[in-house]
């Protein structure tokens, strides 16, 4: 592409067009709204979830919209009527009904100050003026409390829509059962004829404003489990009453006619979306519309690259405050997408973070008086607009080289610098330490700093390339390994050769090489596998002062670290837990070392019962 900034690239005026990298969805959308389909879109979120549902609504076939009206019932009070008309007439006929009760209410005022002057007039000539006055004001209150309150009875409109309006679209996350699915107002005054009337008091929800659109609610789960049951009664019917929410309020008597509520829903969230939603309510979304999965990225080509151009276009041109990129600027958002992605040949579809640093790039265009944004405002943006996560592992690194929690010099038995990741776009320095002691009973590894299910799991997984290094019989000891620091868990396995590393050293009184950090995870046969996180973790490791890092050989194209520590650490890919320990334990004895490490390659034949041997060769 070429251009001179990004105020030359063209923009689709169509939202489905704008939406970038999620090819599936967009067709899903797209016939979607040609049948008047459900869908579900799961994934991390800025990934496109609301913009879809926006575009869902500009697709759907046009219709001719309504107004939705409550009249007074004068057989039952508490039950409201509903009447649906043409959008636009509404407004006219509440104007129209509130005209005339003006007039019947003028003209009765009118009759009773004629009334009120005639008694007047002949109180005075009869000179029973006092007994005059009081027969006034008996006739002012009989008067105003037989006749009836003409504007109270106007009805009321709660659904309006303009007459060439497109499909709705209403946005219902986060709302509480009345505003999703309508509400009766509290009447503070319910007697002595100052009450409200019951069908003035009807507010329309969410579901009945979507009325022939879309009805969009993200974090579906978070919903609770008796709106979903509504939501999905609403759904099987096309309509659905309204009544009060709460048991105190005065509106739990009023229960309206079913109002019509023909919406399209839209249903997001993350991944354990599903595991809070009412099933009856998935079922009836996966049996009439689609379920859809978000991807969180997409191939680094120069299609895809052209994409991510447009998107930076989009996002300066919907800010309206920041200058356009030039092509440097450019550059470095592109270069941050693929960061980003944490995957070789792909860029991140988390575009809201990437939109953030787009905007703050262009406040530091603006706030310097450029006229285009430049790769330096990109620079300095990354700096400033760093996530918390970011920025508390920074103030935990430098907490831990103040209290030597952290040693980057030296060798030192049994303790090694592993790598976690923070958030989605922090690492830091994961301190593990081994210590073997005798056992009391059967010998265990017994792992500390709130491993989760994987972690835990890993941890067994290590045991089997101990028992093989070792060749000593580890049921007469204990293991005990430490994770420092960890005071919100450990996730995965990616720590699998740091533990092994630990272990092996600290039960053959080998030190390892503290300026040294390591990441991966480990197969039961020795084999280091591909982890997650790769260039935060190497980025850590720099900030910390550790100068060489380990990671598996299949995550090496993923590693994009930024310039300024590229001077600082040295990678080392490995495929097997034998290089790992090659590089990060120094022995004595390197002979027997070597023979040892030779030990975890080879498949050991195990001795078959006679029995079983018998029976295989027959």
Request: proline fraction near 5%; hydrophobic fraction near 40%.
């Amino acid at each position: 592409m070429r251009f001179d900034t990004t105020a030359d690239i063209i923009i689709p005026p169509s939202l489905i067009d704008q939406v970038i990298g999620q090819e599936h969805a967009v067709e899903v959308i797209k016939k979607a709204a040609t049948q008047r389909r459900h869908v579900m879109m799961i994934g991390s979120p800025g990934t496109g979830k609301s913009m879809l549902a926006k575009a869902m609504a500009e697709l759907l076939p046009k219709e001719e919209m309504q107004d939705i009206l409550t009249y007074p019932n004068a057989e039952d009070n508490n039950n409201p009527i509903i009447r649906v008309v043409p959008a636009g007439r509404g407004k006219e006929i509440v104007a129209a009904h509130r005209t005339e009760a003006r007039k019947r209410v003028s003209s009765r005022n009118t009759m009773l100050m004629v009334i009120i002057l005639g008694v007047i007039v002949f109180a005075i000539f009869s000179g029973q003026l006092i007994m005059g006055l009081l027969v006034v004001l008996m006739l002012f209150f009989v008067f105003k409390s037989m006749m009836p309150r003409d504007e109270a009875m106007v009805p009321k409109l709660i659904v309006s829509n303009k007459p060439d309006s497109k499909a709705p679209f209403v946005d219902g996350t986060g709302t509480h059962a009345g505003a999703l699915l309508g509400d009766v107002r509290h009447d503070p005054f319910q007697s002595g004829g100052l009450e409200t009337p019951s069908h003035d008091r009807v507010e329309a929800g969410a579901i009945h404003r979507a009325h022939k659109g879309v009805l969009f609610i993200d974090e579906i789960n978070t919903l609770e489990l008796p709106s979903q049951q509504s939501l999905l009664t609403a759904l099987q019917e096309g309509e659905f009453p309204i009544t009060g929410q709460s048991e105190r309020s005065s509106g739990a008597m009023v229960r309206t006619e079913n109002v019509p509520c023909r919406f399209i829903m839209i249903a997001a969230g993350n991944l354990d979306a599903m595991q809070g939603m009412h099933p009856a309510l998935r079922s009836r979304i996966r049996g009439y519309g689609y379920e859809v999965y978000m991807g969180e990225t997409m191939d680094d080509t120069m299609q895809n690259r052209a994409r991510l151009v447009r998107f930076i276009a989009q996002e300066v041109q919907n800010d309206a405050k920041i200058p356009h990129f030039d092509p440097s600027a450019v550059s470095e958002i592109l270069r941050e997408a693929r960061r980003r992605s944490g995957r070789k040949g792909h860029l991140t579809l988390k575009l809201r973070d990437l939109g953030g640093l787009v905007r703050v790039a262009g406040d530091l265009a603006r706030q310097a008086g450029d006229s285009a944004t430049t790769m330096k405002h990109v620079v300095d943006a990354k700096q400033i607009a760093r996530s918390v996560e970011d920025q508390i592992s920074d103030e935990y690194i430098r907490r831990t080289r103040d209290y030597d929690l952290t040693i980057v010099e030296g060798n030192l038995v049994g303790r090694v610098n592993g790598l976690a990741v923070v958030g989605n776009d922090a690492g830091s320095v994961l301190p593990i330490t081994a210590e073997v002691t005798p056992s009391q009973g059967a010998g265990a590894v017994i792992a500390t700093g709130l491993l989760k299910e994987i972690a835990q799991e890993s941890i067994k997984n290590v045991s089997a390339l101990i028992k093989k290094f070792s060749g000593t019989d580890i049921r007469k000891v204990d293991i005990h390994v430490q994770f420092i620091g960890t005071y919100n868990g450990v996730e995965g396995d990616s720590a699998s050769i740091t533990v092994a590393t630990a272990v092996i050293s600290a039960l053959e009184n080998i030190p390892v090489r503290q300026a040294v950090a390591m990441t991966g995870s480990l197969s039961v046969r020795g084999d280091v596998l591909p982890i997650g996180g790769v260039t935060y973790k190497i980025e850590a490791a720099a900030k910390a002062g550790i100068h060489t890092v380990i990671i598996p050989q299949s995550n090496l194209d993923d590693v994009l670290i930024e310039e300024r520590y590229k001077q600082m650490v040295t990678i080392l890919p490995v495929t097997r837990i034998e290089e790992v320990l090659r590089y990060a334990l120094v022995p004595e004895d390197t002979e027997a070392f070597e023979k040892k490490l030779s030990m975890i390659g080879k498949h050991m034949e195990i001795p078959k019962m006679p029995a079983v041997a018998e029976a295989t060769e027959a």
